[in-house]
């Protein structure tokens, strides 16, 4: 039976290696987040921010 060392060292030289093969661009790039309110609502809060939004400049 393998050791709790023995099995970290090989969980980070994993994973080190798998960051070694990735290219340094695909590093940069992030996909872009949701907001929490859209993935938690879906596209009831952008909705209602319209509606609002258009709400306002009517008053005006």
């Known amino acids: ?4 060392g023995e099995e ?5 030289t994993e994973r080190m290696v798998v960051a ?3 290219p340094r661009t695909a590093e940069r790039v992030r996909p ?3 907001p929490w309110s859209e ?11 319209v509606w ?9």
């Open 20 to 22: 070694m093969d990735r």
């Open 32 to 34: 872009v987040r949701q």
């Open 8 to 12: 970290l060292v090989r969980f980070i």
């Open 52 to 60: 609002r939004a258009s709400r306002e400049e009517r008053r005006r």
């Open 39 to 49: 993935r938690w609502f879906g596209m009831l809060p952008l909705g209602w921010s």
């Open 1 to 4: 039976m393998a050791s709790d």
